[in-house]
């Protein structure tokens, strides 16, 4: 009662926000509690009833906004430059064509609100191994689950050798780009370096480039899990739900030692995916069942708004028939 009036402050802006999204409250599939005051059951059980979902507690309220904190303080001072150090080849070596080459990205991070978008001139797999050509940054991404938001960064190179790149978020339509001229190009001697030591390195860049997708994957399937469990809890036996917490916070932990490899983490997925196993069939079972029952009522609709209808053929000249009718 003593924070009641707080609360319903919040409803307002709340309510602005979908009006400045252009989005309907049906629309929105997760609301995540961010914040030490949202452990109040009050402010989850006002949430409930204004958006109809129940919020995602798979977060620390406090820890998720000191991290976000730190990361973007990083970011301003220049000491958060890469999130990831992997890098993906838009323009392969001696490549030309008058064409623009496109690929999509996405977020790392739950409700990130800005992408970095950093060109290299290279032939490695780690981007600190690679000569930076410029940066720049897409902000204003909408909050959203990691790798839900949709990056287009296209690369356009001109007979010139001048790039131009621009990336743009399919979600809201605001684009950033830059041009690289030729002024920031490597001399022929360094190029021939970076191409000689991109053999040299190159399965131990593989194995670099199969770790981070791996660690990717992981993070990928905690959070599948989480999101399941908490939407589908009535599925779950007490022993599962230990099992499970036990095995996810194993991954958790695997993904955090400095000693972590491709096969120990791949090993605790594994881990996971066993202790999941039952859960994951029932979740089917209950799905099927839903969609018998959907395909049951289906059959039983009222037949009267199910007209017969008749085909008459028409002749190649539609002319009328022998007995003066239109055919």
Same mark, same amino acid.
């Given at each position: 009662?003593?924070?009641?009036?707080?609360?319903?402050?919040? =409803?307002?802006?709340?309510?602005?926000?979908? =009006?400045?999204?252009?989005?309907?409250?049906? *629309?929105?599939?997760?609301?995540?509690?961010?914040?030490?005051?949202?452990?109040? $059951?009050?402010?989850?059980?006002?949430?409930?009833?204004?958006?109809? #979902?129940? $919020?995602?507690?798979?977060?620390? $309220?406090?820890?998720?906004?000191?991290?976000?904190?730190?990361?973007?303080?990083?970011?301003?001072?220049?000491?958060?430059?890469?999130?990831?150090?992997?890098?993906?080849?838009?323009?392969?070596?001696?490549?030309?064509?008058?064409?623009?080459?496109? %690929?999509?990205?996405?977020?790392?991070?739950?409700?990130?609100?800005?992408?970095?978008?950093?060109?290299?001139?290279?032939?490695?797999?780690?981007?600190?191994?690679?000569?930076?050509?410029?940066?720049?940054?897409?902000?204003?991404?909408?909050?959203?689950?990691?790798?839900?938001?949709?990056? %287009?960064?296209?690369?356009?190179?001109?007979?010139?050798?001048?790039?131009?790149?621009?990336? #743009?978020?399919?979600?809201?339509?605001?684009?950033?780009?830059?041009?690289?001229?030729?002024?920031?190009?490597?001399?022929?001697?360094?190029?021939?370096?970076?191409?000689?030591?991109?053999? =040299?390195?190159?399965?131990?860049?593989?194995?670099?480039? *199969?770790?981070?997708?791996? #660690?990717?994957?992981?993070?990928?399937?905690?959070?599948?899990?989480?999101?399941?469990?908490?939407?589908?809890? *009535?599925?779950?036996?007490?022993?599962?739900?230990?099992?499970?917490?036990?095995?996810?916070?194993?991954?958790?932990?695997?993904?955090?030692?400095?000693?972590?490899?491709?096969?120990?983490?791949?090993?605790?997925?594994?881990?996971?995916?066993?202790?999941?196993?039952?859960?994951?069939?029932?979740?089917?079972?209950?799905?099927?069942?839903?969609?018998?029952?959907?395909?049951?009522?289906?059959?039983?609709?009222?037949?009267?708004?199910?007209?017969?209808?008749?085909?008459?053929?028409?002749?190649?000249?539609?002319? *009328?028939?022998?007995?003066?009718?239109?055919?």
């Amino acid at each position: 009662r003593m924070t009641a009036k707080l609360l319903n402050r919040t =409803k307002a802006p709340f309510e602005q926000v979908i =009006k400045d999204a252009g989005i309907k409250m049906s *629309e929105i599939d997760h609301v995540i509690l961010v914040g030490g005051s949202t452990r109040m $059951p009050a402010v989850a059980d006002m949430v409930k009833k204004t958006t109809g #979902k129940v $919020p995602h507690k798979g977060v620390n $309220p406090d820890e998720v906004v000191a991290s976000g904190a730190a990361i973007q303080a990083g970011v301003l001072r220049g000491d958060v430059t890469d999130m990831n150090n992997m890098t993906n080849h838009m323009i392969e070596l001696n490549f030309f064509n008058d064409t623009a080459t496109t %690929e999509i990205y996405t977020t790392a991070v739950a409700n990130q609100p800005e992408v970095e978008i950093n060109v290299l001139q290279g032939e490695r797999a780690s981007a600190s191994d690679n000569k930076s050509l410029g940066k720049f940054r897409l902000t204003g991404i909408p909050p959203a689950p990691a790798r839900i938001p949709q990056i %287009e960064v296209t690369f356009d190179i001109d007979a010139n050798g001048i790039v131009a790149v621009s990336a #743009k978020d399919m979600g809201t339509g605001r684009e950033q780009a830059m041009t690289i001229t030729g002024g920031t190009a490597l001399a022929k001697d360094e190029i021939d370096d970076m191409i000689a030591n991109a053999e =040299k390195y190159a399965a131990e860049d593989a194995e670099k480039r *199969e770790f981070a997708e791996t #660690k990717g994957q992981a993070d990928q399937l905690l959070y599948q899990i989480e999101t399941l469990q908490s939407e589908n809890e *009535e599925l779950l036996t007490d022993d599962e739900k230990t099992t499970i917490a036990a095995a996810a916070d194993a991954l958790s932990d695997e993904l955090k030692e400095e000693e972590a490899t491709n096969e120990s983490v791949r090993a605790k997925m594994d881990e996971l995916i066993t202790a999941s196993q039952g859960f994951s069939e029932r979740l089917y079972a209950q799905a099927q069942e839903e969609a018998a029952e959907a395909a049951e009522a289906g059959e039983g609709d009222d037949d009267e708004s199910i007209m017969d209808a008749e085909v008459i053929e028409e002749d190649e000249a539609g002319e *009328e028939d022998e007995d003066g009718e239109d055919a």
